[in-house]
């Protein structure tokens, strides 16, 4: 089992920055593949960002590409989500999720093939 818990989400303004948190528990962290999801109202949830288990391949949605950027810090057991330029599109419930890739360095963006989800954060962004 792994245990995920977001951290860092809230209100800002269009324009501003947030950085959200994802510390992982309970198994070896350098052994999953991460990603970031978020769902807003009444839509799916949609892969934002992703990163193999050893950081040295990612992968960005269209809508946040050159303005996101997911990081993994494998002593810490935390992936980071920088979020700068945010727009009020932004707006969702982000989530963190982990997939158990031991024998693999890719990342994984489809949704149904994660194991493990957080609890959510919820990021605002105001006009």
């Known amino acids: 089992q792994v245990q995920l818990v977001e951290s860092g989400g809230g209100l800002v303004q269009a324009g501003g920055s947030l950085r959200l948190s994802c510390a992982a528990s309970g198994r070896i962290f350098s052994g999953y593949a991460m990603g970031w999801f978020r769902q807003a109202p009444g839509k799916e949830r949609e892969v934002v960002a992703a990163i193999s288990r050893s950081g040295s391949r990612t992968y960005y949605g269209d809508s946040v590409n050159g303005r996101f950027t997911i990081s993994r810090d494998n002593a810490k057991n935390t992936v980071y989500l920088q979020m700068n330029s945010l727009k009020p599109e932004d707006t969702a419930v982000y989530y963190c999720?982990?997939?158990?890739?031991?024998?693999?360095?890719?990342?994984?963006?489809?949704?149904?093939?994660?194991?493990?989800w957080g609890q959510g954060t919820q990021v605002t962004v105001s006009s």
């Open positions: 999720a982990a997939d158990r890739k031991p024998f693999s360095d890719m990342v994984v963006t489809r949704r149904t093939e994660y194991d493990y």
